[in-house]
Each structure stands twice: as structure tokens, then as C-alpha cells.
């Protein structure tokens, strides 16, 4: 079996680290200025940096060349060339075939790698680089699982890579104009205004040329059918629907492959590629940890694998939604979100560890806390993770305490091992090294309560690939629901688990829970969680049965 290997993106040398320490096999990175992605803060100084951070680590790297060029940008590839020879980077992934050719003659000892912009979606295009001298092909969004099954068929001597998770472009692997006509921002380039995903709204014109907006409302709605005529096809309207609060016409979910990654697996695909090198520390851990941990039980028993536990713990990255995208063949309607675009997460980055004493940890705040609040420290390579319910902040320079800390300038708050009253804190300084990722739940308002659910019913009816009646009604009655919290436009913020207080017992046995722990009520409930995994919650039934 040809083992796959976890590729996670890093858009600086933190976030490579962060990759590392969470359990990517290989890392892609790229200076801003000679690949797609301009917001990169990788200097070639912490390009060098970063492939002997990995290196030392068993880890793999793979630089972005991936540039379209033109002439000014010739002269810069000497320079690249030279800087990299002697780091011996695993590949270069390249879309240019002029670039190629000549960093084949540069750098004949390093592997080159063909980049998804060079959109591959067939075998003999696969076989075409191979014969020029590609040692990985990377595959457009647009191939189908079948289409990939027969690339892997008869391709067996070139290394295949596949996108599985990261945002998904409306168009055909990124080549897209509308950002650049309408915002004058490279689309291509990370510099995307994602235009794609605005609201859009109908307009009319009037006869004295003025504008006015068309306002739909349950009086006058039915008076009015808009139709679309393609100019090579006059008679033949096309209804448009819309209403008062226009639509995101042209707005992708996410791509999240993992309810389908046992057939990647299965037929081994060598390169698992996860977008994102614009994206946050805690999407990079977050994600990595969960990819890993199902590519991992995946191999270690096959037969027996299950995508859910590892597609909850997608939900606590904020993503617009996920789909497994061309997967079947072809988009479907589960595939867009049409009422919102925003991105919506269940959990959210608390803050970074930046030092640990044989007393306690130092973490760098990233998100407001609040006395009460839990704090979920993420074990890196594990599925386990430590709760703390905290109820103060210690400021790190000066010992001041306080009730809530804030993240404007990202103070350090020291957190002393003794909060943690259920746990080994022997064994935090090997479980909880520097860089480790601390979340806590986010507060969300209706409407993005509502779109949550929305988002995974479709998520499950496009993995079974029909819905039933029964799923379809559940499917448009959480749509309307949605519908009427945006009219709504409640702002009020609540979160999944209640904070303090007798009904602020989450049952996950935080450490520091005094609710929990101290009062007699849960004494049964605390019997019961010893049979649960690690911040695994109760049913409600069973602390509500435990308190009568």
C-alpha cells in the first residue's frame, strides 16, 4: 500500500512549526514574490530557516514557485536558485513550463513538482510531465474521484497529490476576473476580494436614467417574474429567483474531503493537500490534528473507520459550510450557500503557548476571556485534550489579576499548574510543549446558530448522495429558520455551553469546575464520566436524572 502523506500549508515560520508539532508529514511555503500567494511572510533568509526547522524534524518541504512569469521576474530566479541549492528543499511546485525548464537545468537534484494552476485533470496530461521530468503531479479540484481512480491506474510512476480540505473558488481552480474587475485585486494571487461571495441585489433603471433598488415584499412579489436570455439562445428565459434580501448567487462552501478520505487512502494517493496559507494558527493546528489522527486510524484499521468524530471536530474551524465538491462528478445545490457567506466556527483561538515552566504554562492571548469560560488545550498527536474552567488571568510582566484579559495587544497570562486539579501536571511539559494551541467556545448569534445546523444537514445529505423526503423537509425547514434569523437580526451572542452557575455544568468535568466536582448533586454524573473519553460531554438527560 502506498502510504499518503499529510501536506499542510504555512504562511510564516510559526505556522510551519505549528504544522509540524500537529502532525503534517510535509509543509508547502512560498516567499510573496515568487508565487501565488502575496501575502506570504516568508523572507528566503526564514525559507532556509523553516526547511531546517522541518528537516530536523523528519518533516518534508515544498516551495512554492509557482509563479506566472513575466520578464521582470526572471532575473529573481538566479537568485532563488542559488539561495536554495544547498537547503535542499523536497520539491518545487511550479505552474510555468518556462519556469520549469529552466529550474530543471538550475536545480537538476531537486524534484519538481507541477502545481494545481497548471489545472491537470487527465492521465495523459499526468504522463505529459512525467516525461518532462515531473516527479509530482498535483491534480486540479476538478477531477472526480473515479477520474482519479483511473489516473492512479495508469500512472502508477509519478506521484499524485490531491486537494482535500480549503476554501473552493467558483471557478475553474482559481482562474478567476472578477476580483480584478471589480476590486483591482489579483485573484490568483491571495489578494482575492472574493467577489464571488458578496450579496447581490436586483436593480432597475428607470426611463430618466435613474437607479432605484426593487424592493420584494409579500404584497407585491407575485406581480414579478425575472428571466435570464442568453444572447445564442433568444425564446429561452431562464427564471431568476431573488428576493428582498438579494443572494450569494455564486458562493462556494468549503472543500472538506475527510467523510471521503478512506478511497483517497484506499488507492493511495501519495500527496493529501490541505489549502490555506492565508489562514490563522489555530485553523493549521486544528486541522492538521484532525487529518492526521483519521489518516492514522485509517491504516490502523481499516475495515472500521468512521469519518464523524473527525468531521465534528471540522465544525470548530470556521469554514462557510463544507462539500465534498467534484468528489461524484459534479457540483449539486448542497454544494453553495446562498443566504450567508460568512465563516463560522464553533470554537475559537484563545491563545498560544509561548513558555512552559516546571509550574505552569504562559500562554499569549489571541481572543477575549472571561472569567468562567473553559479553555481546551490541544494536545498535539493525541485526540486527548485538558479542560480548565478559569476564573482569573494573571498578567505574566507585573502578577496583576484580573477578571477578563483581552487579546489588543496580545498579553501573556500565566497559568499555574495547580488550576489543574484533575490531571498529571508531571507529564505537561512533554503533552504541552511551546507553540501548543488553546481554544474556547465562541459565543454565536441566532443566525449563525441557525446556519450551522443548516450547513451540516447538508453536509450529511450530500455524503449519503440523496436525500430522503424526510431529510429534504429537515433540509428547507432549517433553511427557513435560517431565512427568518437573518430577517430577524438579533445580534445577541450565546454560547453552545453555559458559562457559570448551577446550570453552567457542561459535563465534561473541567478542571477547576467547582460545580462539577464539589457539589453532591453530581455524584452519579461524575461516576458516569470515568467511562468517557477525555472532555467528552454527558447527555443533558443524564445531569438533569443525577440532579432529581
Known amino acids: 500500500m502506498r ?61 512554492t ?128 476580494a472574493n467577489s464571488c461571495r458578496w450579496n447581490y441585489k436586483v436593480r432597475m433603471r428607470m426611463k430618466d436614467g435613474t437607479i432605484n433598488e426593487l424592493e420584494l415584499t409579500e404584497n407585491n412579489i407575485d406581480m414579478f417574474e425575472f428571466l435570464l436570455e442568453e444572447g445564442c439562445r433568444p425564446g429561452e428565459l431562464m427564471p431568476i429567483l431573488e428576493d428582498g434580501r438579494g443572494s450569494y448567487i455564486l458562493n462556494s462552501k468549503d472543500l472538506c474531503l475527510m467523510p471521503k478520505l478512506d478511497d483517497y487512502l484506499r488507492i493511495g494517493v501519495d ?25 492514522d486510524d485509517y491504516y490502523a484499521d481499516p475495515e472500521n473507520w468512521n469519518p464523524q468524530k473527525y468531521m465534528d471536530e471540522m465544525y ?81 510582566k507585573d502578577g496583576s489579576v484580573t477578571s477578563e484579559v483581552h487579546a489588543g495587544k496580545q498579553p501573556v497570562v500565566r497559568i499555574p499548574f495547580s488550576l489543574f486539579d484533575k490531571e498529571d501536571v ?18 454565536l448569534t441566532p443566525e449563525q446558530w441557525s446556519r450551522l445546523k443548516l450547513d451540516r444537514t447538508a453536509e450529511r445529505i450530500e455524503r449519503r448522495g440523496v436525500a430522503t423526503p424526510a431529510q429534504q423537509d429537515k433540509y428547507e425547514t432549517l433553511r427557513d429558520k435560517l431565512i427568518d434569523a437573518i430577517a430577524d437580526g438579533n445580534q445577541d451572542r450565546t454560547p453552545k455551553s453555559p458559562r457559570l452557575g448551577i446550570d453552567g455544568c457542561c459535563g465534561r468535568g473541567c478542571n477547576g469546575c467547582m460545580i462539577f466536582w464539589e457539589d453532591p448533586k453530581f455524584e452519579k454524573a461524575r461516576e458516569l464520566l470515568k467511562s468517557k473519553k477525555q472532555g467528552e460531554m454527558l447527555e443533558r438527560n443524564a445531569l438533569k436524572h443525577d440532579i432529581a
Not at 505549528?18 to 533568509?45: C, H, N, Q, W
Not at 457540483?331 to 453553495?336: I, W
Open 3 to 63: 502510504r499518503s502523506e499529510l501536506l499542510m500549508p504555512a504562511g510564516n515560520l510559526q505556522k510551519l512549526k505549528i504544522a509540524v508539532l500537529y502532525g503534517a508529514d510535509a509543509i508547502y511555503l512560498g516567499t510573496p514574490d515568487m508565487s501565488l500567494r502575496t501575502k506570504a511572510e516568508f523572507t528566503l533568509e526564514q525559507v532556509v530557516e523553516g526547511i531546517e526547522f522541518a528537516h530536523k524534524h523528519g518533516k518534508r518541504v515544498y516551495l
Open 65 to 192: 514557485l509557482n509563479l506566472f512569469s513575466h520578464n521582470k521576474d526572471i532575473p529573481k530566479l538566479d537568485e532563488y536558485a542559488e539561495t536554495i541549492r544547498d537547503i535542499n528543499p523536497d520539491g518545487l511546485i511550479i505552474a510555468d513550463p518556462g519556469v520549469f525548464q529552466y529550474m530543471r537545468q538550475k536545480l537538476p537534484n531537486v524534484p519538481l513538482h507541477i502545481s494545481t494552476q497548471a489545472n491537470v485533470c487527465s492521465w495523459l496530461s499526468v504522463n505529459f510531465w512525467k516525461e518532462q521530468g515531473a516527479e509530482l503531479v498535483v491534480l486540479a479540484r476538478e477531477v472526480s474521484f473515479p477520474e482519479l481512480a483511473e489516473i492512479r491506474e495508469k500512472c502508477p510512476d509519478v506521484r499524485l497529490e490531491a486537494f482535500v480540505h480549503g476554501a473552493m473558488c467558483m471557478t475553474y481552480s482559481g482562474r478567476c476576473l472578477l476580483s480584478n474587475f471589480m476590486a483591482e485585486r489579483g485573484a490568483n494571487q491571495g489578494n482575492c
Open 271 to 295: 500527496s493529501l493537500k490541505v489549502e490555506g496559507r492565508n489562514k490563522s494558527m489555530y485553523y493549521v493546528a486544528v486541522v492538521a490534528r484532525a487529518y492526521r489522527q483519521a489518516i
Open 316 to 396: 470548530s474551524v470556521a469554514n462557510r459550510g463544507y462539500t465534498t465538491a467534484f468528489h461524484d462528478g459534479r457540483l449539486n445545490n448542497y454544494a453553495h450557500n446562498y443566504e450567508d457567506t460568512h465563516s463560522i466556527g464553533e470554537w475559537e483561538f484563545a491563545g498560544l503557548i509561548e513558555e512552559v515552566t516546571d509550574d505552569a504554562f504562559y500562554m499569549k492571548v489571541k481572543n477575549k476571556i472571561t472569567a468562567g469560560e473553559v479553555l481546551e488545550f490541544l494536545q498535539p498527536l493525541s485526540d486527548q485534550s485538558v479542560l480548565l474552567r478559569i476564573y482569573e488571568f494573571e498578567d505574566a
Open 426 to 443: 508531571s507529564t505537561f511539559k512533554e503533552r504541552f510543549p511551546v507553540n501548543t494551541i488553546i481554544r474556547k467556545e465562541k459565543p
